[in-house]
């Protein structure tokens, strides 16, 4: 476990480690504590939390599984400390041949297990020369919410690109796919096969809880928002993902505190001193006795990852190439980035508001560039710059991607829940979000989930980009990502940029190097 004190005061990316001092402690000092454990093989249940707090906790370390990752690296919705497990490009493919040579691993020793047989950059026979300086990210601008500007992103047509949102920044282009391609990816997932993208923790979730090197009087003022001495609900389902797993309602908690005879006057309210005389091995397993049914996830889908780069399908590449086109970055950037992942949710489908990124603390590094950082980090996210959303077919029912907060005046993630609605919840209060974008068949729509850094690069996670799936009332909806991965440190992304390269053209030019991408995203689960 790790607790981080404090907010970075730059939005530069994390470079060399930084020392304890250049982080703010104090009054408003954020405290993320993270959790790790191995699930199951392969599978890491994640156990975070963010919350403010008046004074700082010490550092604590244990040691971590193999599995061991940082929840996509992004803190769940609104911060909160959840169990939850999905899966980046993984095992779905491994027969697939060339078609699934892109998986997806976000924890660190990811693989079979065979640590041996990783050609990482560790066996590497020369030194790379010094990396070069990458030129600024291309940004496209918002203008006003509205806004269209007609683009050629294809030979034979033109496209339209529509601000939806400034904050986040938030454009959908009509028509980025056609019938054909859509109707092609669908074949394709169905031909490799798709597997749930929410599985609950194992027996593991309990004992990695029980390990948890903070105090009763630490956790409850964690929790504590206003530091009134009392938990209210909303307290609690603001920064806590308690379910094991699952998405908590009030109705939830409540139910938990009477079981496990927490609350005793039922006010839904703990005090400190009720809070301190509650057994934690209790709540435990209270959860691990309640099964979630799949509608009280906090995802709802399966999904799978279909291969872009070199000897791909041709749709495949083609569609790579056209949103190299529309983000207008470096073929390198693209190019190196995640597969495509495709996900399909039944009638009753949804996913919990979320982000897609996370921010990079001195503990954390992103999964793309780990074999080519020179320092040893016990956790991994997910650095996804941009992220690109295709609708694949027209949804009958509901299906609407929400972001709740879009174009709010402020954000605070303790607004996101009032008078026991939650705006994360997007099985019962889709309707109640800012922005709701309806899936329309072949439409793409696309954000930034980071701020600029003022200096041409990455900065902050943009709160703003918090967005879930609402539930899928009547039919099926598909969907696929592409998501644009580039590391907050412009100096470890040149320096990934490169040492791919160098691989490429040590294989071949009909080599893709394994170890470089297929073992970077492979085998490993985590909740994004």
């Known amino acids: 476990m790790i607790i981080q004190l404090g907010k970075k005061n730059s939005s530069v990316g994390p470079g060399p480690r930084r020392r304890d001092s250049e982080f703010r402690t104090g009054a408003a000092s954020r405290v993320t504590v993270f959790l790790v454990t191995s699930a199951r093989a392969g599978s890491p249940a994640v156990v975070r939390a963010t919350a403010r707090r008046d004074r700082p906790l010490p550092l604590a370390r244990a040691p971590l599984g193999r599995y061991g990752c940082s929840c996509g690296g992004r803190r769940p919705a609104a911060g909160g400390l959840e169990s939850a497990v999905d899966a980046t490009p993984a095992r779905a493919g491994r027969s697939s041949g060339r078609a ?25 026979t020369q030194s790379p020369g010094p990396a070069p300086t990458l030129a600024p990210l291309t940004r496209l601008e918002g203008i006003k919410v509205g806004h269209e500007r007609k683009v050629q992103l294809v030979a034979d047509r033109d496209h ?39 599985i609950l923790p194992t027996e593991e979730y309990e004992e990695a809880m029980g390990t948890m090197q903070i ?91 279909l291969y872009q780069g070199e000897g791909a399908h041709h749709v495949m590449r083609a569609i790579r190439q056209r949103v190299l086109r529309l983000t207008r970055l470096s073929p390198e950037i693209v190019e190196l980035s995640e597969p495509l992942q495709v996900v399909r949710y039944g009638e009753g489908g949804h996913y919990h ?87 329309r068949q072949g439409t793409a729509v696309f954000w930034y989930n980071y701020l600029p850094d003022g200096q041409g690069w990455v900065g902050d996670v943009d709160d703003y980009s918090l967005h879930g799936g609402c539930l899928v009332t009547r039919g099926t909806k598909w969907i696929a990502n592409n998501w644009i991965n580039v590391d907050p440190s412009r100096a470890r992304q040149a320096l990934f940029q490169q040492e791919m390269a160098r691989l490429a053209r040590e294989g071949g030019a009909d080599s893709q190097p394994e170890w470089a991408l297929d073992r970077a995203y492979r085998n490993a689960r985590v909740e994004l």
């Not at 027209?394 to 609605?421: C, H, K």
Request: net charge negative; hydrophobic share 30%.
């Open 100 to 124: 699934g040579r892109l998986r997806g691993c976000t924890g660190p020793a990811a693989g079979n297990g065979d640590e041996s047989s990783d050609p990482g950059p560790q066996r590497r």
């Open 160 to 198: 339209f690109i529509r601000t939806l949102s400034l904050k986040p920044l938030l454009f959908e282009v009509p028509g980025f796919l056609s019938d054909e391609e859509c109707r092609l990816i669908i074949h394709l997932a169905q031909m490799k096969g798709l597997q749930r993208s929410q």
């Open 215 to 305: 105090s009763q009087l630490d956790l409850f003022q964690l929790l504590d928002q206003n530091h009134d001495g009392h938990l209210q609900l909303r307290e609690v389902l603001a920064q806590t993902r308690l379910g094991n797993g699952r998405w908590m309602t009030p109705e939830n908690i409540q139910e938990m505190y009477s079981a496990i005879k927490a609350d005793p006057d039922g006010d839904g309210v703990l005090s400190l001193q009720e809070f301190s005389d509650m057994d934690l091995r209790d709540f435990h397993k209270y959860m691990r006795s309640h099964k979630a049914e799949s509608s009280e996830l906090v995802r709802n889908s399966y999904h799978t990852w």
């Open 353 to 439: 508001a979320h982000v897609d990124s996370g921010p990079v603390y001195p503990e954390t590094i992103c999964s793309h560039t780990k074999l080519v950082a020179n320092e040893s980090v016990p956790f991994e996210t997910s650095c996804r710059y941009m992220t690109v959303l295709f609708y694949l077919n027209n949804v009958t029912g509901g299906g609407e991607t929400v972001f709740p907060v879009a174009d709010n005046r402020t954000y605070d993630e303790m607004s996101l829940i009032q008078d026991d609605i939650d705006l994360r919840d997007t099985r019962r209060h889709c309707d109640k979000g800012n922005l709701r974008v309806k899936p």
